[in-house]
């Protein structure tokens, strides 16, 4: 069953190349609201930079706040790009091909946004460079491996670092086309990127195999940095935090939010760019059934963990819990992080009419996004503020202006990347689009005819 | 013994090498024991190292002796001197702070004279001169200072002399009470010592001793021992009080009692004492003569106080059995209609449990060795004696008023007009070092050096049971253009042609500390007058462990007899009592200058920056009021507005507001914050002493609607988790 | 001799009195805590007296109870320190270096006594007041953590004057700012691994010894005596 006509090749390079040369008056407008966003942005970090954290809502002993949860947040986010990639392509699912482009993308953009977050809550960023780089040689003054600050960073570089290799694998036919067919300043970078593609087979083949080793490669990374983020918080002595179940329920709660922005994101394109022949209705279709099942999984662990709390019966353990669950504003924050991240969304994508109707999709693929962001929040702030048995100093947070311009600006300049990007590159992969339609078949199975791909290998 | 032991025992516990610069440097013949500026003293810089040097704070404390860090001329760091046996190398927060005074950036920086609505500088020269031409000229000057003693006291008694000036003295209305019944119950105008480190058991009704009363730090070092010292049983300590003041959580039963009531709750006491046989009833009614102790039983006084028969009784039993024991009142007890009657009474409970002079009891102190060299501190004028003062100012019969280190527009009741008579003097001339209310109404300012910039003989009161002279030399060189009280008080008698004694307070003390050697007693034991004086000044005094005051009164000579307390305010109309209470940072006003001390929280409430009124929980939720939540306390003299503090510990009807905040001025850390309850304080003295009764005054509170935010430490949550709580108790060990 | 820097703080004793805390401000350049640090709850004690409530009016009580470092000595603030800013010293002091820290402040939300502070804004005295400052304490800039000492300059000060003497430092040769202020001697300071000296053999002969969160296994060199309480309840016993 094909759900648009054929396309011939041709038309499916003008039409994917499109968002390269034109220029639709909504592309202007975002980048001008984006823009002033983004100055706010940073004027604010220049702000912090300048005056020092004693400009944002932090205290003793809530040490964390906005900044370390916006970063949790982007790393979960980042997840999209390889769960959809990655894990679609070994498993050659065909609806897959119009989503991975923009998925990749958003995972190096996000990734980026979130690194940037714990550079720019430390106190002296201007001194972070010991941090992560073992410069001193002199001293012998390393960094200290047994924290995971140190895992962090390592993590997030070789998540970047592969999938980057990856994206760029993916990019090198199309920067041929590109090359082909541009001219002036476009030509030469498309040359370059371009790395000499001729398109022979065993181009073809070398780009096939690096696809898919490095998807393979970059699976356990990608399991790992999530994981390690949520060691963060699980390796410290505070109680709710000190949980084994994080690394799991981090991970899975990253590809849950993840995904879902992969949606938004595909609703977007479709809006801006016109793109109804590729990024269609059975697309959304198929990642809807892929979250109702990461959704029901995180949900779960969601309860787990507040169960293994519970089970432990540490007071300490319990006097948390209990306020994240009872206690304004926390109590009203999970009810906010519940309705949103599944009450609302799960049951509509249960129905198929929902799972194709764009709208619905963009909507409840954002609402999840709130959701999880809410989430991280709920999960990190109420262990700070009541630290222990000392109530004496048991204290509470509420972020300051320059926080909240940090957060939003990190939304900006994600969209804002993948906005340029957009304009650079093309957001969706035109050899895969291409590759789908040559290789495609409609075959019998059963009652139904499936659309699929069959290789000779 | 035991105490010198001690004190070995400290001396090495202090930092590093504690040099004293009395027996360092040599060669410097005239200036040998004053300067360690680096000007006059090279050797002191280039090594870059510190010095410790002995001096002592007369008014901190009770006159506490100190060791100064100096590093290159500028103090550092202060500690108790090791040496000095009223604090033995200890210190509390208002001594650490201590420093902030010299390096204060409100400091006064040199004489100036009024010039319209401010103030402009004037030469040191000019202002001499034109200070003597007022005094030479005024037909009724008045010198006003702090309770002063030792050196200082006969300067500005020669000085006052010369100038025709009466002298007068203004402190803390509780203390001339307190003075008062010193004299009436055993015969001494002197503060007693507690030997609390060889005491059963202390009562103290309402006196705040290890925080804010007469001696804290000497107290509190007893307390430790008192508390946990070698070889003894843990003394007990029971606290009866309106307000769990600082003191009264460290006691092991605090009783909330009636405001004024203390007297009566001691007589009843008395009374339960012959009932339980501590004491015979021959013995008591002479003690109490005059009172006929059979009024008192427990049962009968009990409603009345606010405290329960069983509660009497504990107090009796732990007074008489746990002994040797100590009573003791102080604070708002004092400061009641009845305070005389209300202190008299329990320290005449010491005769009853044979307490008074003896090992573990309460000290009697004799002051001065030797009055004529040393005279003992001089107390204050009451309140009383103020009206009088304050009745001839208005009508202008005071022509020059000269003030040093008193602030009686910032300590007086609004009710008093003092400001209003400050302004009808024709000159006020203030020698404060900062600029306090009392000093912001002057004509002319000669300001005064700090503390640590000072020469001073003093004569600590109380001392510790034996006699006590303290050196006070300045250890570091003037930081602002300052000049010593004095030195001026010298050059004005000068300058008016007449000079006194003395040349220099530096002479004045060195001269009076020599003269000390005669004395032919105590420590230091040198025979030879400056060599005597040289090691005075380095191990910060004089004492004489022996000087003990022997043989006590057997009773005392008269009894204030029995009366209830009066208040201002009808019960009807002002449902609370106003219970202004000193704190450990700002005492009574004095300290809000000190940033560190601003910032320093509370014990009980961990406010800072800041005053409040203290309410009972369940009071506060009737009122519809919260922390931080502002009301207006309103007595029949006036009204201020403070946030709200919740506090667990306050009575019902008690409305317990700090003194010390509430400046007008006083320096950029002070001014501005928070209201002063005394303003509002009814002119209702105390019958005996004419002692301004500021405990005694009802008001109304009022919410504001509005709610401030509160400052202070504690972060949300005023209570303790029951399960591994911070603090853990255990019954008896 | 083998050196481990611990104290015994005898609840018993302490009075509340905060001696402790103003001393701890001189010796070590705290910065002054202003009503607006306050207000952003940002205040700098590396000493605290907390003050707890319990039961109600009449019958309430507050204890005090002073608190600095644990230095702890399997201290789960210097593991999760990325830059070896945060060390044990060979004497068992929980060390910052300030230069080094880069301000993440991890090792402060995994400090479960809450006794490291950090610097949101630059400090600044008025000028006058730098003239109290304390030569051998570094001021610490914005943007770095800071901590109880245990007066390491007072602890090298006295080592390297027993050593120019060639002998050891004895015991209460010299003591932190805040035991030495402490008017009731609730604080002492020592050398736990020396058996002659007096913390240790607090620490040995009492048997009203707790230590704050002990069961956490890491090792405070703090060792509090419990309050003595004739009302304590059984439970309170208990524990
Ligand atoms: N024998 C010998 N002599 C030498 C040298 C050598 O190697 N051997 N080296 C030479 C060289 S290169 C130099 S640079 C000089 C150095 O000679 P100096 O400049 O004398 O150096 P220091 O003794 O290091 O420090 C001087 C003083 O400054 C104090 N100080 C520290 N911080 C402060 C501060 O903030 N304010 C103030 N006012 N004082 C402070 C220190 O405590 C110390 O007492 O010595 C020279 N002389
Ligand atoms: S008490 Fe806190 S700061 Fe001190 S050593 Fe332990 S974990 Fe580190
Ligand atoms: S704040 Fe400083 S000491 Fe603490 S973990 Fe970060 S870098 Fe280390
Ligand atoms: S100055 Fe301090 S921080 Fe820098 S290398 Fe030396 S010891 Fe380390
Ligand atoms: S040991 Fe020193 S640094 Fe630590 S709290 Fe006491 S005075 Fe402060
Ligand atoms: S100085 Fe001593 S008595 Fe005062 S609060 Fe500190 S530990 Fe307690």
Redesign the interface.
Known sequence: MQERHSLRGEAITKELLRPLTQTPMVFWIAVIILGGVLSAFAFAVGWMFYWGLGTTGLNTPIFWGFMITNFVFWIGISHAGVMISAILRLTQAEWRRPVTRAAEVMTIFSLMTAMLFPFLHTGRPWRTVYWVFPYDFERGVWPDPRGPLVWDPAAVFTYLTGSTLFLYTTLIPDMALLRDRSTGWRKTLYTILALGWRGNERQWKLQLVAGILLSALILPVFVSVHSIVSWDFAVSLIPVWHASIFAPYFVIGAVHSGVSAVITLMALMRWLFGFHNYLREEHFDAIGRLLVVVATGWIWFFLLDIIFAMFTRDPRELEVMYMRIFEWPYAMLLAFVFVFAYIIPVPVWMFRKYRRNIKVMFWTSLMVNVGMWAERYWLILPGLERKFEFTFMWSWYRPSIVELTLVFGSFALVTFLLLMFSKIFPPVAVWEEKEGVNFAQDIQVGKRTVHATIREE | MRRRDFLKLLAVSTTGAVLFTGCKLGGYAETEFQKQSPVDHPADIPFGRDNWYATALPAVGGGIGVIVRIFEGRAKKIEGNPDFPLNTGKSGPRAQAIVQEVYHPDRIEGPMRRNGGGFERISWSDAITEVAGLVSNATSPMLVTEPVSGAIARVAGEFAELAGAEHVVYEPDEFVVLRQAMQAVFGTERFPMLDLANAGSIVSFGADFLHNWISPVQFSVGYGEFRQGADRERGTYLHVSPRLSDSAASADHWYPNSPGTEGMIALAVANAMIEEGVVSEERASEVYSGVTLGDYAPSAVAEATGLSEDQIREIARELGQNTPSIAIAGGSAAAHTNGLFNLAAVFALNYLTESVNTEGGLLLNTGSPDTEVLPNRIGGSSYSDWDGYIESMIAGDVDLLMVHRANPAFGMPSASRISEALDQVSTVVSFSSFMDETTSQADLILPDHTTLEQWGLDVPDPAPGFQLVSVQQPVVEPFVGTRQFGDVLMAIAEEAGSSLTWSSMQSAVQEMGMSLASVGRGLPDATEEREFFLEMQTQGGWWDEESTAGDAPSAPEEMPSPAEPQFTGDESEYDFYLLPFVTNSWEYGETANLPWLQGLPDPITTAVWTSWVELNPNTADDLGVALGDLVRVESPSGSIEVPVYVNPAAPPNVAAIPIGQGHTGYTRYAEDRGANPIEIVAAQTESGTGALAWAATRVRIEPLNERVRFPRFERQLPFQIEENPIVKVTREA | MSVRWGMVI??????????C???C???NNIP????D?????????WI???????????N??????PIPCMHCAQA?CE??????ATYQTTQGINMQIYN???????C???C???VR??????PRW??????????NVTVR?????EKCTFCIQ?II??EQ?ASADGREV?D????T?CA???????IVFGNLANSESRVAQMAAD???G?Q??DT?GTDPAVL?????????SE???S?
């Open positions: 005898d609840l018993d004793r302490c009075t509340g009195c905060q001696a805390v103003v001393a401000q001189a010796e002054i805590n202003t009503e640090i306050f207000h952003q709850r940002r205040a700098i004690e605290r007296v907390e003050r707890y409530w319990e039961g109600e009016y009449p309430v009580k507050a204890r005090y109870i789960p593991s999760v320190c990325p830059v070896y080094r820290c880069i301000g993440t402040r991890y402060a939300v995994n479960p006594w809450h502070f950090f610097n949101y804004w630059e008025p000028d006058s007041l730098h003239h109290q400052l304390n030569p800039s914005r943007g770095v953590m007072r000060r006295t004057a004895e209460g040769e010299f003591t700012a030495q202020a402490c008017p009731t001697d609730a009492t048997d009203r707790y704050l969160l956490l509090y005596l419990k309050k003595i309480d004739p009302d304590a439970q309170a016993e524990h």
